[in-house]
C-alpha cells in the first residue's frame, strides 16, 4: 500500500468472540488488526455480556489492557500462546506460505482475575474459525470470491453471523445458538433472516452495570484474516 491509499484499504480481519458454552457468537468486528480495533472490539462485547466471564484470548498485546479497561475487576482473563514447529526448511517453507507451521505445544498464561485452568482454551473459537472459512468463501484465498470492497465484506460478514446464531442447528447443541443463549424461541427461516436486515438496524446495545456474579460462561476471542481490499 502507498501512504496515499485510503485506510479502508489492504488487509481486513474479523475479530470473533464466542461463547464456549453455547456456541454463539456474542461479538465481532471488522477491520484491521490494530490497536484502535481491539479496543472497538472488546467495548462492544462487554457492552453484551450481563454476567462476569472468563475470557480467553491469544498473545495479542492489546488484548489486556484493553480487557482491563472495558471490565475492571469483573472478568477473569488468560492468555494460550501456540508454541509452533521452528523446522521452516525447503518444501516446508513453501507449504506454510498460507498457514503456520505445526503446533508442537501451548502456553498457558493467567493475566489477571482467577480464571479456571481448565476452561483456559480456544479450541472452540478456533472451530468457528474453519465454520466461517468452509461457509462463506470471501476468505478462500486465490479466488476471485475472495473480497475486495470493505463494505460487501462486512455485509457478507453480518448476514453469516445472523445466520449462525439464529438459522443454522449446531450439532453438539441439537439447536441453534441463539435458543441455548434464551434470546430465541424457534429457529429462524431464510426470509425471517432477510426481513430482519432490510430493516433499520438497532440501536447499540447499551453497557451495563459492574456485576459481582462470578464466572458462569467462557468466551473465547480470535481474529481471522478476511481479504485484501481495494477500491475495485
Given at each position: 500500500m502507498e501512504a496515499t491509499d485510503p485506510a479502508a484499504w489492504g488487509d481486513s480481519y474479523?475479530?470473533?468472540?464466542?461463547?464456549?458454552?453455547?456456541?454463539?457468537?456474542?461479538?465481532?468486528?471488522?477491520?484491521?488488526?490494530?490497536?484502535?480495533d481491539c479496543r472497538e472490539f472488546i467495548q462492544d462485547l462487554r457492552a453484551r455480556l450481563v454476567q462476569q466471564v472468563q475470557i480467553t484470548s491469544d498473545g495479542y498485546a492489546p488484548y489486556a489492557p484493553t480487557i482491563r479497561a472495558a471490565f475492571g475487576h469483573n472478568v477473569d482473563y488468560a492468555q494460550l500462546q501456540k508454541v509452533y514447529d521452528e523446522d521452516t526448511e525447503g518444501d516446508r517453507r513453501a507449504q506454510r506460505r498460507y498457514s503456520p507451521g505445526r503446533v508442537v505445544g501451548v502456553e498457558?498464561?493467567?493475566?489477571?482475575?482467577?480464571?479456571?485452568?481448565?476452561?483456559?482454551?480456544?479450541?472452540?473459537?478456533?472451530?468457528?474459525?474453519?465454520?466461517?472459512?468452509?461457509?462463506?468463501?470471501?476468505?478462500?484465498?486465490?479466488?476471485?470470491?475472495?473480497?475486495?470492497?470493505?463494505?460487501?465484506?462486512?455485509a457478507a460478514m453480518s448476514l453469516h453471523i445472523a445466520w449462525y446464531n439464529l438459522c443454522r442447528i449446531h450439532e453438539t447443541l441439537r439447536t441453534t445458538p441463539a435458543m441455548a443463549l434464551g434470546v430465541s424461541n424457534h429457529i429462524w427461516t431464510i426470509?425471517?433472516?432477510?426481513?430482519?436486515?432490510?430493516?433499520?438496524?438497532?440501536?447499540?446495545?447499551?453497557?451495563?452495570?459492574?456485576?459481582?456474579?462470578?464466572?458462569?460462561?467462557?468466551?473465547?476471542?480470535?481474529?481471522?484474516?478476511?481479504?485484501?481490499?481495494?477500491?475495485?
Open positions: 474479523t475479530w470473533i468472540a464466542l461463547d464456549a458454552t453455547n456456541k454463539a457468537v456474542v461479538s465481532y468486528h471488522v477491520g484491521k488488526r490494530s490497536w484502535d498457558k498464561e493467567i493475566v489477571f482475575g482467577a480464571p479456571e485452568e481448565d476452561k483456559i482454551s480456544t479450541s472452540y473459537v478456533e472451530r468457528n474459525n474453519l465454520t466461517i472459512r468452509m461457509q462463506l468463501r470471501r476468505f478462500t484465498r486465490l479466488t476471485n470470491a475472495f473480497s475486495r470492497k470493505i463494505e460487501n465484506h462486512k426470509g425471517e433472516l432477510i426481513e430482519q436486515a432490510m430493516q433499520a438496524p438497532a440501536a447499540p446495545p447499551v453497557a451495563p452495570p459492574p456485576s459481582p456474579i462470578r464466572p458462569h460462561g467462557w468466551v473465547q476471542l480470535r481474529v481471522i484474516q478476511g481479504g485484501k481490499l481495494s477500491h475495485s
